[in-house]
């Protein structure tokens, strides 16, 4: 499940602008692409702009991913700043608007969450089971050796 929290659309300028609004966050952002040809690098970093793009914060980063059944291309990423009590996970899905103008609507992964939340029960579980059975040390303070 997913909800909105922004919406980003190309300015006259050709560039990716919008706004992120959450209980936490309100702010003017834009993406800025990452010149990269490794695999695993980001496609856009998130910037949030202060003083008319004067002051500019990064927030997170979002990947390119392609929905297996059409090819579509959405981005996901996390976003992040020191007023969050978390990283919020996010994905960006494209549209077109009646009068051509083209965007993406910035909406809170909570699915990410979830499944961040099973991938942490999983790791205390390793945790506790080490494999290395039962220990032989005996519970009081005395030395056996001293």
């Known amino acids: 499940m997913s909800k909105s929290v922004g ?4 300015s006259s300028r050709g560039q990716l602008v919008g706004q992120i609004t959450t209980l936490a966050l309100c702010a003017p952002i834009f993406l800025r692409p990452v010149e990269s040809q490794h695999e695993k690098a980001p496609a856009y970093r998130v910037m949030a702009s202060f003083d008319g793009f004067k002051t500019q ?15 579509e291309v959405f981005y996901t990423g996390e976003l992040s700043d020191p007023i969050m009590p978390k990283p919020l996970p ?57």
């Open 7 to 10: 919406i980003v659309t190309k």
């Open 57 to 71: 914060v990064e927030l997170g980063a979002l990947w390119a991913q392609a929905k297996k059944a059409t090819g």
């Open 90 to 146: 996010v994905v960006l899905w494209p549209f077109t608007g009646k009068d051509g103008s083209q965007g993406m609507v910035v909406c809170w992964d909570q699915g990410a969450d979830n499944r961040r939340q099973q991938m942490q029960a999983d790791a205390e579980i390793e945790v506790q089971d080490d494999g290395l059975g039962e220990s032989t040390a005996s519970l009081d303070d005395s030395v056996p050796f001293a």
